[in-house]
């Protein structure tokens, strides 16, 4: 005699097939236990794909610029640039610090920028008459907005640049009287070949 089918899971003896139904069918699958149904959230429609979120998402704004020094972080000081220029025949480079600066800090920075241009800012055709003008007319313009700001004092750890000696007790600033010496003489005898 063969024995009943059994549940696999909790060993009870499954109820016998009604009346006149095929033996050859395939038995129906026995409950399955807690553990291994599909959880509720497994058969809900998958969500809509969420964005990315970000750690930092950007301003919708611009970041306004620090307030203070951005060399040595006193208070007092004016957003405005410094500028120095290199001209070498028929290559150029073009030097930009953004402020803001201090007085001091500023003043530092336009010593060593300008005395920089007078320097090596005239030995190209461009740059004696174009660029290396306009550079110290921006310098100079940048030293008179940095002296117009009160002495202030550097942030805690930082420290001030030192302004050096002014442009004139700067040997390196008069090599710009050689190039000048030459546009001169050059003027002149074209001048002179025109009044001939």
Known sequence: ????????????????????????????????????????????????????????????????????????????????????????????RFHRLDGPFCRRCGRALVRIMTTKTLCQGWWSPLSLVLFTPFTLIWNLVASLKFDKLDPSEPAPGCQQLDEGPPLHARPLAYVAIVPLLWAVWVVSHIIADVAA
């Open 1 to 92: 005699m063969s024995t009943p089918p059994v549940n696999p899971y909790s060993g009870a003896p499954l109820p016998p097939p009604p009346a006149g139904a095929n033996p050859y069918a395939q038995q129906p699958h026995a409950q399955q236990p807690p553990h291994a149904q599909q959880p509720p959230y497994a058969q809900q429609p998958p969500y809509a794909q969420q964005p990315p979120q970000y750690a930092h998402p950007q301003a919708p704004y611009p970041v306004a610029p620090p307030a203070g020094c951005r060399n040595c972080g006193a208070p007092e000081a004016v957003n405005f640039a410094v500028r120095a220029h290199v001209g070498v025949l028929v290559l150029m």
